[in-house]
């Protein structure tokens, strides 16, 4: 199973962006080939399909290094073929030499690889000539130019809905734990279940990264693209949204540590701390309502429900064996009601 996983993804790459590698892998072979009479044009096919990407940005990004390691790599091995010929010893100094050329000018380690698989292509697929390294370095142009009109054409796709469903998905996370530790609160908690208390709000950190990776995607898939200006709006809510979620997120584990280390039998009788839980409820409430502005649903819009955690919890003085858990507790949902409050 490990062997599998090493190149199996978790799920297949859309079939769009394998029609699109496709057509534009074949109109680069095509174009070049009739542009450019004499060796196969394996350069402008391999970089027609490095630069179909999943968004119109990293085709840019991808075009643009495989031009430079091409021309590097090109002018490498021509020179060093020109010097000592073709021999088996030239084509391996030819990559050393790449390889430690876009070291030195601190390339990234695409570019270098792209620079020694030129180099070495170069010298493997045909005599290293002036004129065969000139047409080599168009061939590639035509082959980048070609996988961004083609990415570019058909359909530049927009990955904001792995983003919405992300947020949502942590922002139900959010409002689920904060009620799981009113009813903590509430009744009466074994160790193993405070132990799973505590675990699980730990794994709301896993999902604020998975939602930020998304976000970045998706803004990732916004630039440069046609359809961009008009999501841009909803990309904006959705960064607003994780803001506001993020240090909610810290509390929550904040406050369930407090409980799981500070917990006694006596805590669900203390008239503070069921206030506390009632206020996490009003939270919750509050969280999920802050969720529903990022894609509104007119059915169920935002402004159907009001804030429930509407002013700051005002009690008496907790019991002494109590107070530092109470005002912990306190403190962290003071921060929680400022963080929604802010509109």
């Known amino acids: 199973m490990k062997v599998l996983a090493a190149f199996r993804g978790s799920r297949r790459q859309p079939i769009l962006q394998v029609v699109k590698s496709a057509l ?4 680069a072979w095509l174009l070049a080939g009739w542009l450019i009479p004499g060796p196969l044009p394996v350069f402008a096919a391999i970089a027609a399909l490095l630069v179909v ?29 020109l010097a000592f010929g073709q021999s088996t010893w030239v084509v391996l100094v030819a990559v050393t030499a790449a390889l430690l050329i876009a070291w030195l000018l601190k390339m990234t380690s695409g570019t270098s690889n792209q620079v020694a698989i030129s180099a070495l292509l170069v010298l493997g697929l045909g005599a290293a000539t002036p004129n065969y390294a000139v047409d080599r370095v168009i061939e590639t142009v035509i082959g980048a130019l070609l996988g961004f009109a083609v990415n570019l054409a058909l ?13 949502e998905a942590l922002g139900i996370e959010v409002a689920a734990s904060l009620e799981r ?31 930020d990776g998304a976000l970045t995607t998706a803004a990732e898939s916004l630039t440069l693209n046609p ?5 841009r709006d909803e990309l904006e809510r959705l960064e607003a949204t994780l803001r506001r979620l993020s240090p909610i997120v810290t509390q929550v584990i904040g406050m369930t540590r407090a409980v799981y280390d500070r917990y ?31 894609s509104p649903d007119p059915a169920n819009p935002p402004t159907a429900s009001l804030p429930a955690l509407t002013a ?7 019991s002494s064996e109590r107070w530092i858990l109470v005002g912990s507790l306190l403190e962290d949902l003071r921060r929680i009601h400022d963080t929604l409050s802010v509109e």
């Open 264 to 294: 006694d039998d006596g805590l669900p009788a203390e008239p503070a701390v069921r206030a506390i839980a009632d206020q996490l409820r009003r939270a919750a409430h509050d969280v999920r309502r802050v969720v529903r502005r990022t």
């Open 155 to 167: 359909v530049p796709p927009v990955a904001l809905k792995p983003a919405h469903a992300s947020v």
């Open 227 to 231: 359809r961009g200006r008009r999501r």
């Open 312 to 318: 700051p919890l005002a009690i008496g003085a907790p």
């Open 24 to 27: 534009a892998t074949s109109a």
């Open 53 to 81: 990407q999943p968004s119109l940005n990293q085709s840019v990004s991808k075009a643009i290094e495989r031009s430079v390691g091409v021309v590097a790599g090109v002018v490498v091995a021509s020179l060093l073929a």
């Open 181 to 211: 530790l009113a009813a903590s609160l509430e009744t009466p908690q074994t160790s193993a279940e405070l132990e799973e208390l505590m675990i699980t709000a730990r794994l709301m950190r896993p999902m604020v990264v998975t939602a």
